[in-house]
């Protein structure tokens, strides 16, 4: 992924276009950040005491995804891809994580994501999700957030790893 090649969000667009483009455009900087690191540079964690890692970002935004996408907002019944509790990080622990599996998971569950997204009618469109209501809307809302703020944290890693800085 190169800077120049992100899928930038329409000017003026309906609403519906506006949040699909930026969460394209979020989901484009996260995979710059990421791009042509090698398997210990992703994994690496080099802001202490923080046991974060770019690797742990990948597996930690695969689920993200595949929670308000697929769990909440079309209700499967589906467990996360790497075993966890609510006081466990572990799809942020990514020492021994392979790169390829854990790019596959969070590529196929953005392609999934876009599928739901384009197949829900109206933006208002709700859905229960731990005994909370949550509207298309909101989730679209919310996973721009999520992006932003862990591109934050991979701006800062990648930086760290190798000086490369950028948006």
Not at 4 to 12: H, Y
Not at 33 to 60: F, W
Not at 76 to 98: G, M, T, Y
Request: with cysteine; proline share 4%.
């Amino acid at each position: 992924m190169d800077e120049d090649k992100r899928t930038e969000p329409p000017q003026a667009g309906d609403e519906r276009a506006t949040l699909t483009g930026f969460l394209e455009f979020q989901r484009d900087t996260f995979a710059w950040k990421c791009a042509g690191l090698t398997t210990e540079q992703l994994r690496e964690r080099n802001i202490p005491p923080s046991t974060l890692s770019l690797l742990g970002l990948v597996r930690h935004l695969a689920e993200v995804e595949r929670g308000w996408f697929r769990m909440a907002m079309r209700g499967e019944d589906i467990p996360f891809r790497w075993k966890r509790s609510r006081e466990d990080l572990s799809p942020f622990e990514a020492d021994d994580a392979d790169p390829g599996e854990a790019f596959a998971a969070w590529n196929e569950e953005c392609k999934i994501a876009r599928e739901i997204v384009d197949t829900t009618g109206s933006l208002d469109t709700t859905t229960t999700f731990r005994g909370e209501v949550y509207s298309l809307r909101w989730i679209l809302t919310h996973m721009i957030e999520e992006y932003a703020r862990h591109n934050g944290h991979a701006d800062l890693i990648r930086e760290r790893l190798d000086g490369a800085t950028g948006e």
